[in-house]
């Protein structure tokens, strides 16, 4: 069959949009009819990408043409309206969520901080959360010594801060889940891959809580009008979430895309 004809498999897909502009469908069709007119297609190249189902079959080079398409990961389906309401929630669960469990979690490290010997409190250290939800110490630029790890540990492990750490990580997980949704594809903050297994070795908490305060976001605490209205100060906040990701992280959820080449 030639491809030029209107029932050549490159045809088939091309049909599926026009103008190279991106369509939205069911996913089981757009799996089901890539499949099928990829078994009728020589070269061919298949990988699992997004929620999305894009074609452009405007790349034609000598003898050759490429289609560029992407699918939804196998067994993913999600209306319009639910991919908005999803990421509707993953923005407020990074906005409002963040501000509330943030300021509760600044509140409850205030009261542990409190007790930390000024010398130790001084040197430069962070703290995580492992995923059995013990409060872990992170060592900065500053040597620790064993009985100064073992002295943070134990104050750092006080239920109440204990308990909002953990509050903490659940929703930057569950927000990061949200923004990839089922289809687990993004080109947000969800791309990266965050678990309760790694959030150990990437998120540093206490760096997060001193960003707007003494790191590099310091001028929100300089204009707060009310110091102690933390809701505020750590609204908006996901940027320091963002930086630590980035320089952590692997970025694992992007979309990816099929390349089909059909002899012309």
Request: glycine residues 6%; hydrophobic residues 35%.
């Amino acid at each position: 069959m030639e491809i030029g004809s209107s029932k050549s498999p490159l045809n088939t897909l091309a049909n599926l949009t026009r103008n190279s502009q991106p369509k939205a469908v069911e996913p089981s069709v757009a799996n089901q009819r890539v499949v099928d007119t990829r078994a009728q297609i020589s070269d061919s190249v298949m990988y699992h990408a997004s929620d999305e189902y894009i074609l452009s079959s405007s790349n034609v080079s000598g003898n050759r043409v490429r289609i560029y398409q992407m699918l939804y990961e196998d067994g993913f389906t999600e209306t319009k309206s639910e991919k908005l309401q999803r990421l509707g929630e993953s923005f407020s669960m990074l906005n409002t969520g963040l501000a509330d469990v943030s300021a509760d979690l600044k509140r409850a490290y205030d009261d542990v901080a409190a007790i930390i010997p000024k010398e130790l409190a001084s040197k430069d250290w962070g703290f995580t959360v492992t995923e059995t939800g013990e409060v872990s110490v992170i060592e900065g630029d500053d040597t620790l010594t064993a009985r100064e790890k073992r002295d943070l540990q134990s104050i750092l492990n006080e239920p109440e801060l204990k308990a909002r750490a953990g509050d903490f990580a659940e929703l930057v997980i569950k927000a990061l889940e949200l923004d990839r949704g089922g289809g687990k594809s993004t080109w947000g903050i969800g791309k990266y891959d965050l678990t309760h297994a790694n959030f150990k070795d990437t998120i540093d908490i206490k760096a997060f809580l001193d960003a707007p305060i003494t790191g590099k976001y310091a001028d929100r605490y300089g204009t707060l009008t009310y110091k102690n209205d933390f809701r505020s100060l750590y609204w908006g906040m996901r940027g320091e979430l963002e930086s630590q990701l980035a320089a952590r992280s692997e970025i694992k959820y992007t979309p990816k895309s099929i390349e089909i080449f059909a002899d012309r």
